[in-house]
């Protein structure tokens, strides 16, 4: 639930963005990426011990180096676990959404190194998320860590995995080594550790004989101007950062398909505050198909699962969803049209709301309650559509709903959408400057609070970009 791993984590969430801005680094010098990631050896039992490794010495630390309570756990406490079942807890939303998918994401590449495949490795996210639960916290396990480190854990998990192995194949004859390595290691330091200790996985890094299929990747910077809100903001304008990739290709011919060989990542920052990191909003939005079935070389249906986390200056929507997805292009010698619609259940979304201010729970706050959100599960939408032309750039729209019901701490329903716009103009080379129109709208109601009734807010800002693109 609390640890200073967690809290490490979110000190560090803008070097993080910055991390996974590296890979461009490597983008620009080749423009491919290892399509099957490398087949290390099994060693099932080293999986399970490095899994349960990761547990035991952040436990410890927080126990022996900070002097934690609620870490310094004993027999009676597994005993107290494990009688009084799952509850809630009293984590920040950046704690339960992000930093325990990453928490995850370490048991699943402490699998993959060590031979699992995909499906293989969430076993051992399942063990490493249920034992830390049970016997590594003085608290009653928390459905919602359950949920966020093991779902998240997956997804997080199989995208660093791809990207460390991106960043590091033919790792001695690559420029940029340093920073190839710094990346690796915050994306993946299952994989750095293996990488020491295993000559297999310390080989694959060196090797160039995998074959390979493009990537497209985009580095945007500039500000955002609010211009419409119905809510008072600390500020109407703020730098933007963004960095966007799509790995792989849905439409090529595959009769081998693996989960995330195709997936397309999104991040962005918004820094409103150079003083005060709590002001500066870190978002992740992604999706990767499991599987594929192509009715022809223009159609293809698939089932996709999602990560998203999105977090600024008014809404905060934390989901992880599987959907039902219909893809379809259309090319031209100089023009190409792709667009997808996808359908599915969220399986955990969160989503922050007003409602807690009357929730008994959220007012027995020990200093350490932190939690300004609802939870629950739901479904989701995406529609998105990408026109490119040759000479006039390209367009990009896309439209997210998520709809959780909330039933742990009151009865309701949380509906947060947003809509995008982006307009990318080629001015040289690779150079260009880019418009982004971005609307998002929220709508709540909680019937057993008739102050909580009919809640509808949103605002809409512009965003102003120099573009570089790979």
């Known amino acids: 639930m609390h640890n200073a791993y967690y809290l490490c984590i979110m000190r560090n969430i803008l070097i993080l963005f910055l991390i996974l801005v590296i890979p461009v680094f490597s983008f620009s010098q080749i423009d491919s990426v290892v399509l099957h990631t490398p087949h290390f ?4 039992l080293v999986a399970a011990l490095e899994t349960a490794s ?8 927080d126990a022996w180096a900070r002097d934690l309570d609620w870490a310094k756990v ?3 406490h597994w005993r107290d676990n494990l009688h009084k079942g799952f509850d809630t807890d009293g984590d920040a939303f950046e704690t339960n959404l ?22 293989g490795a969430i076993p051992y996210v399942l063990a490493g998320s249920w034992t830390w639960e049970y016997f590594a916290e003085t608290y009653p396990p928390s459905e919602i860590d359950w949920n966020t480190t093991t779902l998240g854990g997956v997804y997080l998990g199989e995208i660093t995995h791809r990207l460390t192995s991106h960043l590091l194949r033919d790792h001695k004859r690559r420029d940029f080594s340093f920073l190839r390595n710094l990346g690796a290691t915050a994306l993946d330091p299952m994989g750095q550790i293996n990488g020491l200790i295993n000559k297999d996985v310390r080989q694959s890094y060196e090797s160039t ?24 903001l600390p500020s109407t304008s703020y730098f933007h950062m963004n960095y966007s990739m799509i790995y792989g290709d849905l439409f090529e011919a595959s009769d081998d398909y693996q989960p995330f060989d195709h997936f397309i990542l999104r991040t962005w920052l918004d820094i409103n505050s150079i003083r005060d990191l709590d002001k500066n909003y870190f978002n992740i939005m992604s999706h990767a198909p499991l599987w594929k079935i192509s009715k022809s070389k223009n159609n293809i249906f698939s089932v996709s699962s999602h990560y998203d986390f999105i977090h600024n200056n008014i809404f905060k929507v934390g989901a992880i969803s599987i959907t039902t997805d219909y893809h379809v292009q259309a090319k031209t010698d100089n ?3 792709l667009a997808a619609v996808k359908v599915g259940p969220i399986l955990f979304g969160s989503a922050n709301s007003e409602v807690v201010e009357v929730i008994e729970i959220f007012k027995e706050d020990d200093g350490e309650f932190l939690r300004d959100y609802v939870y629950g599960k739901g479904y989701m939408i995406e529609l998105e559509a990408l026109f490119v032309t040759q000479r006039y750039g390209r367009i990009i729209s896309s439209f997210n709903n998520w709809m959780i019901y909330t039933q742990r701490d009151t009865p309701g329903t949380e509906r947060n959408s947003v809509f995008k716009i982006e307009y990318y103009y080629p001015i040289w ?42």
């Open 41 to 44: 050896k099994k060693r099932p």
């Open 98 to 119: 992000l930093s325990h998918p990453y928490h995850g994401s370490l048991f699943f590449n402490a699998a993959r190194k060590n031979g699992s495949t995909f499906w």
């Open 429 to 470: 080379n690779n150079w260009g400057i880019g418009f982004e129109f971005f609307k998002y709208h929220r709508s709540a109601n909680y019937d057993e609070h008739v102050e909580y009734q009919g809640i509808k807010n949103g605002y809409s800002e512009m965003k102003f970009l120099s573009v570089m693109s790979f």
């Open 54 to 61: 990761v547990n035991i010495l952040i436990n410890r630390y």
């Open 74 to 76: 004993t027999p009676k």
């Open 209 to 232: 004989n995998y074959r390979r299929f493009p990537v497209k990747s985009q580095l945007s910077m500039g500000f955002s101007k609010l211009f419409k809100s119905n809510k008072i």
């Open 335 to 337: 023009t190409s049209l």
